[in-house]
């Protein structure tokens, strides 16, 4: 896991315009060519789901909902890309390492299972 949210978190990071111009403009696509944007995403959020999974499997990560669990994980390691200033106080480097420790420790925790509001 610490090597899929460092890549993807370094990735959004490094790559700020690029995925927000991605991000924004899917609504743009021809039917054909947003569906096959989508099929790629899913398979990049089952890879994300296989990883979760693993480290349930291996006892590593407590039970929950692996698909809410990737589209948080994901959504947070994405996020970064709109906050994030290359002069700012922290390296891409630093934040994904807080960002690896941050995830990490949240599936190593008990209870993540639905609650309500």
């Known amino acids: 896991m610490r090597t899929a949210v460092r890549s993807h978190v370094c990735f959004h990071l490094e790559r ?6 991605a991000n924004s403009e899917l609504r743009g696509l021809t039917s054909e060519h947003y569906q096959a ?3 790629k995403r ?4 089952q890879i994300f789901q296989k990883i979760i999974r693993a480290g349930r499997e291996q006892g590593v990560f407590a039970e929950g909902d ?3 669990l990737s589209y948080a994980i994901l959504t947070l390691c994405t996020a970064g890309a709109s ?6 106080r922290l390296t891409v480097d630093e934040i994904a390492g807080i960002y690896e420790n941050f995830i990490i420790s949240g599936l190593k925790q008990g209870n993540l299972h639905r609650n309500g509001c």
């Open 16 to 21: 700020q315009k690029e995925n927000f111009i």
């Open 42 to 45: 899913d398979g990049y959020e």
């Open 83 to 88: 906050w994030f200033r290359p002069d700012g």
């Open 37 to 39: 944007i989508v099929k």
């Open 66 to 68: 692996i698909k809410i």
